[in-house]
């Protein structure tokens, strides 16, 4: 076994990160190994690093099993509140989604209402986002496509939108590393740039290159605790001002407690 090979085999070997899609722990090994060559101290960092980009924001328990089982209960029983009810459920289950919940219909009706009806949506870096459907301006028959790193995560959302009647599905990837995206009228990278500037500085302007959609959504988490808010607010103006600089695109942006979203409009049509 070389090097990698083994820092990635020990990686996958711990149950915490055992369903990490393995294309992430490759990835992230390899930068470790070149920071640091010693076998234990870079199966450390790299843990740790998967606990930084993916791992901090889900509960210690994940239960998909259950939580499929009442989605498939509220979805027999006919009743739109029971499946409102079982999606904030399950929602409350990542951080990111939890501190969208108590603003997710008015977030998703003010930032989409410049696209109108949504057809397509590309979900990068995901989590349990797709959960929100319920609340996003989605046209009938609309097609959700969803990415993130974690197996069973992405067993699960891809279930979800079965029952949910979307096209689509969910794919498990590094999405640093995407060479080609799926078309979409709305790309979706939500609260995940800072996430993937941990990785790769040049991953998000990369994947920037690639979309091919009218709209792209990116958005980055806020704090109102102390007195960081203002700083985070203009660190991530500034990110976002650097990813679209000398790009032709029209550029909105909306502020609420916990998040700053920009909805990034792109000369192409769809
Ligand atoms: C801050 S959370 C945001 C989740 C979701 N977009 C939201 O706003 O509710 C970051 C997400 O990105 C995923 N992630 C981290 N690195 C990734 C990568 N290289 N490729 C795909 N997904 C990644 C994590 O597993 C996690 O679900």
């Not at 930032?111 to 949504?118: C, D, N, Q, T, Y």
């Not at 969803?146 to 197996?151: G, N, P």
Request: one cysteine or more.
């Amino acid at each position: 076994l070389s090097d990698l090979d083994s820092v990635v085999e020990a990686v996958l070997t711990s149950p915490r990160y055992a369903r990490v899609c393995e294309e992430l722990v490759v990835h992230v090994a390899s930068i470790e190994l070149q920071k640091r060559p010693s076998f234990k101290e870079a199966v450390k960092a790299t843990k740790s690093k998967l606990h930084q980009v993916a791992g901090s924001y889900l509960d210690i328990r994940m239960e998909y099993g259950d939580w499929l089982e009442e989605l498939q209960r509220a979805g027999a029983s006919g009743s739109a509140e029971a499946w409102e009810a079982a999606c904030r459920d399950i929602l409350r289950h990542q951080s990111s989604t939890r501190e969208r919940l108590p603003i997710v219909e008015r977030f998703y009706r003010e930032v989409l209402e410049p696209v109108g009806a949504v057809h397509s949506v590309l979900d990068l870096g995901c989590g349990l986002n797709p959960l929100a459907a319920r609340w996003m301006p989605l046209a009938e028959g609309a097609e959700y496509r969803a990415y993130d790193v974690y197996a069973d995560m992405v067993d699960f959302v891809g279930a979800f939108l079965r029952l949910a009647g979307l096209r689509g599905g969910a794919v498990c990837d590094d999405v640093s590393r995407l060479t080609d995206v799926p078309p979409a009228q709305v790309v979706f990278m939500l609260k995940c740039v800072p996430v993937l500037d941990q990785l790769d500085r040049s991953a998000v302007p990369r994947i920037l290159e690639l979309v091919d959609g009218a709209h792209v959504l990116i958005s980055f988490p806020l704090q109102s605790l102390g007195g960081k808010k203002k700083g985070m607010v203009r660190t991530y103006e500034a990110r976002m001002a650097q990813l679209a600089s000398g790009k032709p695109w029209m550029v909105r942006r909306f502020e609420y407690a916990t998040e700053l979203a920009f909805l990034v409009s792109t000369s192409m049509g769809r």
